[in-house]
């Protein structure tokens, strides 16, 4: 398996198409927890990410995660921007000078990503956040040889799991207990990121 800047295209051109496609969805999960913009914050950021990425040429992945970072930083708004801007431009740095991504890579410019929501969210995984995807969704791939079902239901599974927590950080955490019963929609829309992956792996495994 290998990713090239391209591919890496692809994933964010897949990941736009659902973000627009449940844009509503993902407002809707942050009115009950949040102020109900996490779709229109998200869907602008990825229209922006893609025009940006549609109008170069790309070498090296490290390149196109750096542009699309930059974009979902100043684009997206809210809590989520800066997350998901982190989390690329590790992913980038993670990367830097490959002309493709292997498992080995993809899993370490995962990790790297991983470990910057956790920094810039001063936040771990269990605090229902859009870590409890990245979390479980990263800890597969490092400890296994990628299979993009299991990928696929991993992070469904962790985006379900977000309604059973309380949430202790971002605007949900006013809720307190209140958050119980919820999907967190930072969750869900990382969960249309790691689908978006794994079609994108799909043509490639
Ligand atoms: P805002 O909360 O500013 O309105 P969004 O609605 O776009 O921003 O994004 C909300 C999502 O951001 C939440 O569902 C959660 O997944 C994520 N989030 C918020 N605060 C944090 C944090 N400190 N660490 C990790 N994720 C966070
Ligand atoms: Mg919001």
Redesign the pocket.
């Known amino acids: 398996m290998e990713l090239n800047g391209q591919d890496i295209v692809a994933w964010f051109d897949y990941t736009n198409e659902k973000i627009q496609q449940h844009k509503e969805y993902l407002t809707s999960l ?1 009115q009950p927890i ?2 109900g ?2 779709g229109i ?2 869907a602008r950021g990825y229209q922006e990410t893609v025009k940006r990425l549609a109008a170069k040429e790309y070498s090296e992945p490290s390149e196109v995660l750096k542009d699309a970072s930059m974009t979902l930083l100043s684009k ?6 800066p ?1 998901y801007g982190t989390a690329f431009l590790k992913m980038s740095m993670a990367v830097k000078g490959l002309e493709t991504i292997d498992q080995d890579a993809l899993v370490k410019g995962l990790e790297a990503a991983l470990a910057g ?1 956790k920094q810039r ?3 771990e995984v269990g ?1 229902k ?3 409890d995807v990245w979390g479980p969704v990263v800890e597969y791939c490092s400890g296994n040889d990628l299979k993009v079902d299991v990928l696929l239901d991993t992070a469904r599974t962790a985006m379900e799991n977000t309604s059973g927590l309380q949430a202790t ?4 955490a006013y809720f307190k207990e209140k958050s119980i019963g919820h999907i ?4 869900a829309s990382s969960f249309y990121v790691f689908e978006a992956l794994a079609e994108v792996l799909k043509e490639k495994l």
């Open positions: 942050d949040g102020d913009d996490h914050n998200m997206v708004g809210g809590a989520s921007g997350l929501l969210g001063k936040s605090e956040t859009l870590l950080k971002g605007r949900a967190d929609p930072g969750s």
